[in-house]
Every structure is written in C-alpha cells, then in structure tokens.
C-alpha cells in the first residue's frame, strides 16, 4: 500500500527547518467544524493526552512515528479566545508530566519593550532577553528571547528536549528582529543553549547573550538561573548616595581571584566566592582600602586572558561558584566598609564559536568590515556602536551589574581603543568618520550614553576611565562636550614616574622633570594613579625588581615610590601582592607568593602600606583637594640637584600637610 504524502510543513518541522512553528503547532480553530485542533511535537513519547482546562481528556493520535501528535476537542463556536489546556505526556517507562502547550501562548514582549529595543532606548534587557523565570497563566516556566534578526530558525535547546532543536523552536518578532518563546514546567540549574540556523542556511549551537549564569571552560552551556540572595548592605547603599567621591578618600585594591591565593592542599585549587569573602576582604580592609577592584569576573572562555575576552555580559564566572555566591562576596565587602569596583569591558569580544561573533550568521554585534570590526593587536571583534541594539546590550548590562549586584563601580577597560577609529592600525586599514577624521563618532556617544544612565540611575557609583591618550574632557559631563567618567587613569604619572624610579639615583638629578611633569597638567582631569597588573607582567618584572641598586636599595626605593604615590595628588590604585613587594612579576596561574611575609623586609612592606592607607583616610589634605588646584602648592620643585620635592597639600577646615621627598 503506498504511504499517505506528509504534510509539507511538518515535514519542514520535523526536518529542523520549520521558521514559524506557531502556525503549524499549538491550537487553532478549525473553521469547518469550530473545534480546536491541536498539534504538537514530542519525540519519544508513548501517549499524548490533551487535557482541556473545561472539559474531557482527549488522547492525540500520532501521525508520525517521529513523535508528532495532532487531537481536537470541542469548543463555543465563534472568534473569541482559543480555551487554555494542558498537554499530559507518557513516556515508554510510565512516567508522565503535565504542563501547558508552550504554543498555546501568545505574543510575549511587550509592545514597549520591542520599540525601545528597536530605538536603541532599552537599557533593562536583562528583564526582557534571555531566560526569565515567570508565570504566565497559572503555569511557572521561563520565557526566553533573543535576538537574531536574520536567522533562518531558532529554538531553545537543553537537556529537557536531549537538545534536540526540532522540539522548540521560537517564534520571530520580525518588527524587531527577536525570538521568543515560553516553556512551562523548567526549573532553575538546567542548561540550554540557542540552535540557529543561521543567515547561510548553516546550524550552530550559542550560549545566551544575556545569560546570568553559564559553563567555564571547555563547556559552554547556559545555566537556567533564579537569585535567592537577600540583600543586607541597606545601609552602606543609603551612605553610598551621601558620599562625594572627589573629597573622600578612595584606595583601590585591584585583584584577580584567581592568582590572590590558592588552596595547595586541595591540588591547588581556586578559591571560591564564598572563600574570597573572607580571606581576601579581611586583607583588603585590614590593610586600609576603601575599595576592592576585580579583574574581569564576567564569564569568560579562557584563563590567560585574564577575565578580558569576555562571552558572558550579564553572568558573573562560574569558576568560583554561582551568581548569589558572588553577590554573598560584594554584600560581605560591604559589610566590611569595601566598595566593590568591576572591571568591564565594552571595548571588544572573542571570536570563541559560542559567542557573540557573527551571531545569526551576519555581523550582528560586530562591524562587518575588519577595518572597523577586528583587533589586531588582540584577536577580537569590536562592538558596533553604532546600532541600537548593539548600545541597549551593552548599556544594559553595565546596568545590571549595578542593581543586580549592587556594584559600587565600573572601570571601563581599553578607552582609547573605542575613541580612535585607527588605534593601533596603520594608514589604509581604518575607516574615517563622517568628518574625515579618526574619532570614532559613535564610540563616544556611547560613553557619554554609559556614562549618563550608570550615573543618573545609580547615584554614588564611580565611572572610571582606563584611558591612555590626552583626549581632552574624559571626566567631564557630557553635556559640557565630555565623556562623563568619575575618574581617569592617569596613565602618564605612571609613565613618568617608573621611568624616574628605575635610574640610578644618580642619573635622576638629569630627569627631574619625569617626576614633577604630572603636576602641569594632574588638576586637568579628575585623576586615579595607578600601578596596576599592566605593569607586572609580559616581562616587565614585579615593582621591586625595577628598582635599582642591590636589595636594599630596591625595597628603600619601593618606599619612596609609595610614599610619592600616597603623596601626589589623585586618588589611588595599587596591584594585589604589591603591598608584600614580591620578587617575581604577577603569574594569573599561581597564587601570590605570601610566604614572602616571614621575611622582615617584605613584612615591613606591608606595614608600610598600611600606614599609608590610614594616613590618607585620616588626613582630609590628603584627599579632599585630589582633584582642585588650590589644595597644591609647590615648595621646592627645582632642586634636581639633590633630586628634592617638596610641596604642600592642603583642603578645608583641615590641617595643611608638607610633603618631602628626597629621590
């Protein structure tokens, strides 16, 4: 007997690529005889029972072997809304499980929500791309989105459909470019993954751009993820909003989790959040910091990059535990007076298969052309700012690290890569603006925009500039012209003043302009030196080893180095390790080398430290003026001779200090 033809569309369906399953599955109203028909994919199910919320059960006949079941029921005649039911599935070992039809639902963004998206105004995707946890007509389940203009089909694949992208497939909504799609019954901790048929017609698997939780390393899965945590730092928040950080002091102490310490009787493992929460911060407190400052914890494929290739925006690491383990370590911070800064970074992304890079099979996130879309120097893609969606996702997520994990700051990573459209490129291989010049038009929009809302929505947070060129205004208001960044690094003290530091002594009295340079032009912006994990690697050597002359000189000169540092004007960053002045430069895949403490040297070291932490919070002098001309004046700046400087730091209704140094 020859074999009945098989409908078109559910052959498209069942082959993987049916592109609007919501015609083909689900309910519909059948005109000739008014009941509903409903039809739905479940391969490997031995029965399917469709359970109507009024009314009988109704078993669904499989028409194809494949798993694919239609049955109808009846219903009032007319065009109001199809009646709710539920699907009730058996499986060949008896177990069943009853949830409604993800089909049966309607649209589910919000007509707000697509036109901010697609105006490029949205900055709160995290609560609408994704995986949401929410629930939608009495059934609990998760509503995922993305966004993938111009794939040819996209479904949620994971371990509750053994990954298989025929099962659910989304829904387009074309007038913004996002699939969408809600599936009842998930819980928290499964993994899923987006299976796109891109725009060339080839499959790919992508972890979920707005993932909150994800796999490391060699597994790239997303993780289904809920937060639990409740907050307890309401009031270091409330004093958050009633402190000026140009007049408070602010010392950072910049850390990577992963090289701060290890356990070695546990095969040198890395520590966790929770464990960081304690060890780390009792350090940092200890020593006198008012801020901990954490290399990229946004998740990210490869070690060696150090946290800075990064594929997750929206998810803290998974290396050290789950996001309430993370927001466990900023609520401890804060219960220990430690502001928590993030390092961010909007500047580029890898080209790892999973992530970002050519998303829907077009340069989505990215510039088409590599003259204005790669990184030579690194290996990366660089975001295109100029299209809406692009600035809603990354605004969005610099907005969510701020209320989701109540972070105090973010210190936006590799500046004047996004200002300059021939950064590190030679002639011919860069793009002009509009103008005919260099400056990347819509990169600096986009930090005025970041700048702006992070600001406007989070009082108290600091903006901080890594930005390693003179361009002018990079901690002034947009709307004067400027960027709108609380802080600049100041790169060129740091500069200026190893250089100084590294020559003997007695060639110093020929470079004296290296070290008093910075104060022509240190009041222009609102400066934070530096002496971060840039300096310490790739063969520049620890901060002690640059010093000259035989050991003792080399930690007496590290002193002096410090002593200028807690000195100058500017607010302060100092390197985890350095406060214990190790011999070796930085290692990401080691601990620091604590052991160092039981020599009196590098003991001294940290006392000294701390005393200089203290002395800074204590004296307003000291911190109050970082950032006015009138709180400096030079006493001697001339002496290159006997290389002496000698200045005044003064501030309101507080005791004028004199600084000496003799280098």
């Known amino acids: 007997m020859a074999r009945s033809p098989i409908n078109p569309e559910i052959e498209a ?53 494949e798993g694919f079941f239609q049955g109808s029921f009846p219903t009032v005649p007319g065009e109001g809304p199809l009646p709710p039911y539920k699907l009730r599935v058996r499986c060949p070992d008896g177990s069943e499980s009853e949830h409604r039809d993800p089909y049966s639902f309607g649209m589910l963004l919000g007509e707000q929500d697509v ?43 994971g371990e509750f459909n053994r990954w298989d992208g025929r099962v659910h497939p989304m829904r387009l909504r074309i ?17 899923y993954k987006f299976e796109i048929i891109q725009a060339d017609g080839r499959l790919c698997l992508k972890s979920d751009p707005l993932a909150f939780f994800g796999q490391h390393g060699p597994e790239t899965a997303s993780i289904l993820w809920e937060s639990s945590h409740s907050w307890e730092d309401q009031e270091w928040m409330a004093k958050r909003l009633q402190t000026d950080p140009f007049r408070a002091p602010v010392s950072i102490y910049e850390v990577h989790l992963d090289s701060w310490a290890r356990v070695p009787e546990e095969g040198n493992r890395r520590m966790t959040y929770r464990e960081h929460a304690a060890r780390m911060l009792d350090h940092a407190a200890d020593m006198g910091f008012t801020h901990i400052e954490l290399l990229p914890i946004t998740e990210f494929p490869y070690d060696g990059s150090w946290g800075y290739q990064v594929t997750g925006y929206f998810s803290p690491t998974s290396r050290y535990g789950t996001p309430d383990d993370f927001k466990y370590l900023v609520d401890e911070a804060h219960r220990r007076g430690l502001g928590v800064i993030l390092d961010w970074v909007p500047a580029h992304f890898p080209r790892d298969d999973h992530g970002l890079a050519r998303f829907d099979g077009t340069a989505l996130y990215e510039h088409a052309d590599p003259r204005q879309g790669a990184h030579a120097d690194w290996g990366t893609l660089i975001f295109n700012f100029g ?6 996702f990354l605004l969005s997520s610099a907005l969510h690290w701020l209320r989701e994990y109540h972070i105090d700051g973010l210190r936006v990573d590799a500046v004047a890569s996004l200002l300059y459209l021939d950064y590190s490129r030679n002639e011919g291989e860069w793009i002009p603006n509009e103008h005919g010049g260099r400056e990347n038009l819509a990169a ?21 500039a890594e930005e390693s060129t003179a361009w002018g205004g990079v901690s002034k208001p947009p709307e004067t012209g400027g960027l709108g960044f609380t802080f600049k690094w100041n790169m060129g003290w740091m500069n200026d003043t190893l250089s100084y530091m590294q020559r003997d002594p007695v060639h110093r009295t020929h470079h004296h302009n290296e070290a008093t340079f910075s104060l022509v032009y240190g009041f222009d912006e609102n400066f934070m030196l530096v002496l971060s994990h840039d300096e310490v690697v790739h063969g520049k050597g620890s901060l002690l080893n640059k010093m000259p002359g035989d050991r003792w000189q080399k930690f007496a000169n590290l002193r002096l180095l410090f002593g200028w540092m807690f000195g100058h004007p500017g607010k302060k960053l100092l390197f985890q390790g350095s406060e214990i002045a190790p011999w070796d430069e930085w290692n ?27 002395l800074y919070r204590a004296e307003p002098a000291l911190h109050a003026t970082d950032h006015d001309p009138s709180g400096f004046r030079w006493l001697d700046h001339s002496d290159a001779a006997n290389s002496i400087f ?5 501030a309101p209704d507080a005791a004028p200090l004199v600084v000496l140094v003799n280098a």
Request: proline residues 7%; aromatic residues 8%; contains cysteine.
């Open 115 to 157: 036109w901010y998206f697609a105006e490029g105004r949205h900055l709160d995707l995290d609560q609408v791309l994704g995986a949401q946890f929410e629930t939608r007509d009495g059934e609990r389940g998760v509503r995922f989105a993305v966004w993938a203009p111009n794939a040819r089909r996209v479904s949620v694949v």
């Open 646 to 650: 000698a200045f005044l730091r003064t």
């Open 444 to 464: 600096i929009d986009f930090l005025q925009q970041l700048n702006h809302a992070c600001h406007t929505r989070h009082p108290g947070v600091l903006m901080i």
């Open 387 to 392: 299209r809406n969606e692009v600035r809603n």
């Open 175 to 191: 007038e913004c470019g996002v699939w969408e799609l809600f599936i009842p019954g998930l819980e928290p901790g499964g993994l």
């Open 588 to 614: 990401h895949a080691k601990s620091l080398d604590w052991h160092l403490l039981l020599g009196e040297a590098h003991a001294g070291m940290q006392r000294l430290v701390r005393a200089l932490n203290r």
């Open 13 to 65: 369906l069942l082959g993987g690529r049916h592109s609007d399953p919501f015609t083909l599955l689900g309910p519909h109203r059948d005109p000739a005889s008014g009941e509903v028909v409903v039809r739905c994919f479940r391969p490997g199910a031995a029965e399917v029972t469709i359970v109507p919320d009024e009314g009988a059960p109704v078993p669904a006949a499989l028409i194809h072997p």
